[in-house]
Structures are given as C-alpha cells and as structure tokens.
C-alpha cells in the first residue's frame, strides 16, 4: 500500500493504489506514524502510484497537514494524477497544501 524513503532533507511517503473510505484509517494511521516519528522536518508525500482518491483519503491528507503544522513540521504534496488534482481543485485545498508537480520540482524548491 505505500513506501518510506528517508533522505538527508526530507522523508517521502510513497501511498500506492486507492485511498477510500475502505482504507483510509490504515492511511492516516501510517501518515500519523510518518509526520510524528520523522526526523526530518518535511514529509514529502508523493502520490504518483496513487489511482484513486475519495474524501475520505482526502480528509486523511488534511488531518495530518494539520498534524504536521501543529508540531511545526511542512507536509508537501507532488505527483498528483489529474483525477486526484481534480479533488484538490474542486475542494480548494490546491491552495492550502504545497503542491509539486513531481519530486524533482520538489527537490529544486529545497536546494534553492
């Protein structure tokens, strides 16, 4: 359902498939898990392997932005396929969460 890779700036969260009502306590429980026990202080959340979202993976994603900010953390969004970048749109929360369009545009952004 998802990977963990750590490098030196950032951790990155690699969720895999569909993220519904159906799965969407298990994902917010590895994405808690991810932001709370980090070392690093941006969670890079990359969601290219991700087919489908419902709102209830959506709310998953906002619960742990929120979870993020409130330990002073930044919680970055990249690769979103365009039915899921659709929800982001529609919702407006394109403009509460930092998004990528990859991890490279990500990774530019940092380096900077």
Not at 12 to 24: E, I, R, Y
Request: a negative charge; charged letters at 20%.
């Amino acid at each position: 359902m998802s990977s963990t890779q750590t490098r030196t700036q950032f951790t990155t969260f690699k969720p895999a498939g569909f993220l519904s009502a159906a799965n969407a306590s298990e994902f917010l429980e590895r994405l808690t898990v991810e932001v709370t026990s980090s070392i690093d202080s941006v969670l890079l959340v990359n969601l290219e392997a991700v087919e489908f979202m419902d709102s209830a993976g959506l709310m998953a994603l906002v619960k742990a932005f929120r979870l993020a900010e409130s330990l002073g953390r930044r919680f970055v969004i990249c690769s979103l396929a365009p039915s899921v970048r659709i929800m982001f749109e529609l919702t407006q929360l394109d403009k509460a969460f930092e998004i990528f369009d990859n991890c490279d545009a990500f990774q530019a952004a940092i380096e900077q």
